[in-house]
């Protein structure tokens, strides 16, 4: 039983992120900050649907939930630089930035996803 509640507890955490090195959560504020140094390449991993109502500026669209995710960013984005992933309310952006940290890339995590960005009244494009 407690074998079982370790390997759960093991399970979670590598399923948001935490305690990966390679994963930095950060709120609107910081992810807006490092977005205006141009410190991240934002990626959305919403459905290209989702992305056409409005995403932030300068994000490119890779669906996680389509095959080929991490082929697609490998071919897009450079390892030099963090990737700054979000979803609609960052759930589906943990899963892209564990999947991105496999493909050897540093990730940068919006909390709340564009739900709170547009919650702190940062701009959207359409």
């Excluded at 759960?8 to 090195?21: R, V, Y």
């Excluded at 992305?51 to 960013?73: H, M, R, T, W, Y």
């Excluded at 589906?92 to 709170?116: D, P």
Aim: charged letters at 25%; aromatic letters at 6%; a positive charge.
């Amino acid at each position: 039983m407690k074998k079982n509640i370790i390997a759960l507890i093991g399970a979670m955490a590598s399923l948001c992120g935490c305690g990966n090195p390679n994963i930095k959560t950060v709120d609107a504020d910081q992810f807006e900050s490092l977005l205006l140094r141009h410190k991240i390449q934002p990626v959305d991993v919403r459905t290209p649907e989702e992305f056409a109502n409005g995403f932030i500026p300068s994000a490119v669209n890779i669906d996680v939930k389509q095959d080929g995710f991490s082929e697609k960013a490998e071919q897009i984005l450079s390892k030099d630089k963090p990737v700054g992933v979000y979803c609609r309310s960052g759930k589906r952006s943990l899963v892209g930035a564990n999947m991105l940290v496999k493909s050897q890339f540093k990730v940068v995590n919006l909390k709340g996803g564009i739900i709170e960005w547009m919650e702190k009244g940062k701009r959207i494009q359409k």
